[in-house]
């Protein structure tokens, strides 16, 4: 994040396995999404956010407006996939735990395994 007087922040210190970190956001963009979608391969996983604003929940169809697309290496996944981990346990330890019930899976993905 920008400081105040237009500077960076920087990372807690020096990492154990090298050199200071630097975030420069100065050019970023903000994106609010409730609905993601993931997808992978031997050499990408691809995450896929966007609107749903279909709050009628007997609606026959509900079209989400896909707005953002990130592609990670599977390395950097699991990375996301820990911090992500993380800062849950953190939230539910201060809120209370969510339910967010199961991940429903469509059938034809589970056929091509």
Not at 34 to 61: I, Q, T, Y
């Amino acid at each position: 994040m920008a400081t105040e007087d237009g500077g960076v922040k920087t990372g807690a210190g020096k990492t154990p396995s090298g050199p200071m970190v630097r975030f420069d956001d100065t050019d970023i963009t903000n994106t609010y999404a409730n609905v993601c979608n993931v997808s992978s391969s031997r050499e990408e996983v691809v995450l896929v956010f966007g609107m749903n604003n279909a709050w009628e929940r007997d609606a026959s169809e509900v079209r989400v407006k896909l707005n953002s697309r990130v592609i990670l290496s599977p390395f950097a996944a699991k990375r996301l996939a820990l911090l992500l981990d993380n800062v849950i346990k953190q939230y539910e330890a201060r809120f209370g735990v969510m339910d967010v019930g199961p991940i429903q899976v469509p059938a034809e993905k589970l056929s091509a395994k």
